[in-house]
Nanobody, 122 residues
Framework: QVQLVESGGGLVQAGGSRRLSCAAS????????MGWFRQAPGKEREFVAA????????YYGDFVKGRFAISGDNAKNTVYLQMNSLKPEDTAVYHC???????????????WGQGTQVTVSS
């Protein structure tokens, strides 16, 4: 059994920063990529960012516009999301995801975390 556990969420003022972490526990596995989604109340799940361990390539949702940065440690199956210049519309539950074989279909992740709440106040 694999678990992805997110941490780092909380309340932050608009314009502020927050760093989220996600660590895998349980059965060891080799992930192809790890990343983040978010979901706000009443809205669809939205892709935030991902990192391909093999190539080192990173991918971001269109709304990020240089404000967020993803990084991590492949050997530890740990991924981080540095969020800067936060806006109230960034308020959401942020979920960690892991892909085992391919990231071509972003929604076809293999593991999913329960999420951490980020609330940005205006």
């Amino acid at each position: 059994q694999v678990q992805l556990v997110e941490s780092g969420g909380g309340l932050v003022q608009a314009g502020g920063s927050r760093r989220l972490s996600c660590a895998a526990s349980g059965r060891t596995f080799d992930s192809y990529a790890m990343g983040w989604f978010r979901q706000a109340p009443g809205k669809e799940r939205e892709f935030v960012a991902a990192i391909n361990w093999s190539s080192g390539n990173t991918y971001y949702g269109d709304f990020v516009k240089g404000r967020f940065a993803i990084s991590g440690d492949n050997a530890k199956n740990t991924v981080y999301l540095q969020m800067n210049s936060l806006k109230p519309e960034d308020t959401a539950v942020y979920h960690c995801a892991a892909w085992l074989h391919s990231i071509v279909l972003l929604q076809k992740y293999d593991y999913w975390g329960q999420g951490t709440q980020v609330t940005v106040s205006s």
